[in-house]
């Protein structure tokens, strides 16, 4: 898995709560896995909303604005990345080049599989993503932020440095690129007595 | 003495690998079930790894999502790369020693839908699947939830997977279940009352006399939609209606194991004075025949009410919310929604596309016919539903009444198999998500029970389904 110690770039404000994974990545895309694997999704990330029918550029929709094309962070809503469990949006946003995603709350199985792909889902309350929004919108016009994993920081566009608390499980693992089968698999011997005895135990469970 | 526990809190300790002391616990998996989606990618690890699979035959796999659903339909998909990923994943199914429902069994279907019809999950496991409606397998009494690829690679390699422990919810459904309300008009009649985020975090019980007494069927619709409110387990106890279900279905245990079985389920429900993060009471005889008007599951209203007005939105955000939603649905606020002509009528996918919600749509169908204008289809949930349903003639009902009858398959619930409606269509769904484009580009999708479906594609428009029973 990609490592992840810090990012530092252009925040872009997407406010909309509930932005699903069918927007993020829609499901016409999703056999692409068969060609390219895990990769090649940036170009088809918020799809819907970024191309018109006839495949060219949206001007209204943020992401086609020049200052936000090159986009690293986004500044989302409630319930990000709620619906399908399509690991392809997580690598439409890191094939994008969007490594960290700040919202209030996140659909749980697109956390997860933000983790295993070293992208940061990073929880903030919305008042506080709002006052961000704000900075960068109306603001000075700056709208560079910094979330630096390793020390704990969220650098705001107006140069503020707040401090953050991260889940210590998953930051250990996203500073090291941890793979999880591997750490899963240092600890087999115990798993596989523990699954021989729950066969014991749980017969009737097991085919 | 153990303090009351929860029915999930039952199941997570005695599934509990490891309890990683933060928060997270290492897993027994019991069952994993996979669809053509995830191809041959996903046994990639275990390639280079070199590694059989600890537990073969704890694994199924269906071939549903990128399949056509058109008659006589073979590997070849209309969505580029469809076909690849069926025969990707049909080759490592092989190679792996996985039970395989390829496309022409009669056992091929919807993965939710494949997986109790089979017996293939019993109250008490644990189950997973690379696909969010996992949570429909809660009504089976398991603990059953939705994965990324990645996540289904670690299950693969080790039989286990590390989750966060949620917290506990507790829906009760209380009070007498009005004629025409299904279990869709129930589940979403709660998404919309809680919310489309409530549930982050949370495991969900449904309780409560209501589900007692619904049939297996009803209650895997109920579970199916709990992903719709962001949680991530949502649970019905096992019971003697569960154990009546499940006798003698192919994977079901037999003999002393089934007693066994049936023993260990007994224990499992929720202690009296388990503690519940958060309880929500619904009375269903509140509860009306309900469609969503927005572009969220959690926008619902009853058939017969109104269309959210914004300009009667209680807050800015409220207010700027229902625009967004009524500008892609293209509904007027404040108007009623029963009367909105539609131009596809679909019943199909996990939450409702098993022989109960086809009888209960044929039921209404019978002896009548769409309205001309109406594009209309049936995709049942799996190659038995099919079947059965033919063996009861539901399909000449369908078809007489100008329905398409097709194929096993997910079909317009994820409009990924090639099959698609016309942009900007407006479309009346027995599926779960009416999300943006989930149905095609511009599809405005409407929520509802498989009667609701049916009423509407007579009147070729939203229409109450109390008018027709
Ligand atoms: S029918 Fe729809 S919700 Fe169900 S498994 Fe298929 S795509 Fe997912």
Known sequence: MEKFTKVSGTAMPLLRANIDTDAILPSRYLTRTTVTGKTGFGPYLFADWRYGPDGKDKPDFILNTPPYRDAKILLAADNFGCGSSREHAVWALVGYGIRCVIAPSFGEIFYNNSFNNGLLPLPLPLAQIEALAAQIEKGTGKRQMTVDLDAQTLTAPDGTVTKLTVDPARRDALLKGLDSIGITMQGWDAISAWQAKDKARRPWSYL | ?469
Not at chain 2, 214 to 233: D, K, Q, S, Y
């Open chain 2, 1 to 469: 003495m153990t303090a009351p526990r929860t029915l999930v809190e039952k199941i997570w300790a005695d599934h509990e690998i490891r309890d990683f002391g933060n928060g997270y616990s290492l897993l027994h998996v019991d069952r994993n079930v996979m669809h053509d989606l995830l191809g041959a990618l996903v046994f990639e690890p275990l390639d280079r790894m070199g590694r059989k699979l600890p537990f073969p035959n704890q694994h199924l796999i269906s071939m549903d999502h990128g399949v056509d659903t058109d008659p006589g339909r073979g590997d070849e998909t209309k969505i580029p790369g469809g076909k690849e990923g069926v025969q990707g994943l049909r080759r490592k199914g092989k190679e792996y020693g996985i039970e395989n429902y390829d496309i022409g069994d009669v056992r091929q279907g919807i993965v939710h839908v494949v997986a109790p019809e089979q017996g293939f999950v019993l109250p008490g496991q644990t189950l997973v699947c690379g696909d969010s409606h996992t949570t429909t397998i809660g009504g089976m009494g398991a603990l059953a939830w939705g994965l990324g690829l990645t996540e289904i690679e670690h299950v693969l390699a080790t039989q286990t997977v590390t989750v966060e422990k949620p917290k506990h919810m507790r829906i009760w459904f209380d009070g007498k279940v009005n004629p025409g309300v299904t279990p869709k008009d129930m589940i979403l009649h709660v998404i919309g009352k809680i919310g489309a985020k409530a549930g982050n975090g949370y495991a969900v019980e449904y309780a409560g006399p209501a589900i007692r007494s619904m049939p297996v069927e009803g209650r895997l619709t109920i579970c199916n939609m709990a992903i719709e409110m962001a949680v991530r387990f949502g649970i019905i106890q096992g019971d003697e209606v569960t154990a009546e279900y499940l006798k003698g279905r192919p994977f079901a245990p037999k003999g002393a194991l089934w007693d066994q079985a049936l023993a260990y389920w007994r224990t499992l429900g929720s202690d009296d004075g388990a503690k519940w993060d958060r309880e929500v009471q619904i009375d269903c005889s509140a509860i009306t025949p309900s469609i969503t008007w927005g572009t969220s599951p959690q926008d619902v209203v009853a058939v017969d009410g109104l269309v959210p007005d914004p300009a009667k939105a209680e807050s800015a955000d409220r207010r700027a919310y229902i625009e967004r939603a009524l500008k892609y649905s293209g509904l007027e606020g404040g108007k009623p929604i029963a009367g909105n002509k539609i131009d596809v009528a679909f019943i199909g996918s996990c939450t409702n596309a098993r022989l109960s919600d086809l009888r209960r749509a044929a039921a209404i169908l019978k002896g009548k016919k769409k309205a001309a204008h109406v594009t209309a289809w049936v995709v049942p949930g799996s190659g038995l539903v099919k079947r059965d349903a033919e063996a009861e003639g539901l399909d000449r009902i369908f078809k007489d009444a100008g329905f398409e009858w097709r194929e096993p398959g997910c079909s317009m619930c994820v409009a990924l198999g090639g099959d698609k409606f016309p942009p900007g269509s407006r479309a009346i769904s027995s599926t779960n998500r009416n999300f943006e484009n989930r149905q095609g580009p511009g599809v405005r999708t409407h929520l509802a029970s498989p009667e609701m479906v049916a009423a509407a594609a007579i009147a070729g428009a939203i229409t109450d389904v109390r008018k027709v029973l």
